[in-house]
Each structure stands twice: as structure tokens, then as C-alpha cells.
């Protein structure tokens, strides 16, 4: 189950207009995992 603070940068980035490969990049620069990201998007 992903992180709940994932998922909640993940939603609060949408909201201000990044889309989703955006945010995926930014996640994987910061040196979250592809399967942990992957994981929290499924779940929005």
C-alpha cells in the first residue's frame, strides 16, 4: 500500500495542473521507486 503523504502530493499536484508524467518525474528525481509511484497513481 503506498504512502498516504505519496498519494497526497500526488492529488495536490494534479490539482494545481501538473499532469501525471510531471509529477512521475519529479517523484523518481526525488528517489521514490517506479513501482511506488506507479502504486499511489493507481489509487487516484
Not at 11 to 26: H, P, Q, S, V, Y
Not at 32 to 38: A, K
Amino acid at each position: 500500500m503506498p504512502k498516504e503523504n505519496l498519494i497526497n502530493f500526488i492529488k495536490e499536484r494534479l490539482t494545481k495542473g501538473f499532469n501525471k508524467k510531471e509529477i512521475k518525474e519529479a517523484l523518481l528525481d526525488t528517489g521514490f521507486s517506479q513501482e511506488e509511484i506507479e502504486e499511489a497513481m493507481k489509487g487516484i
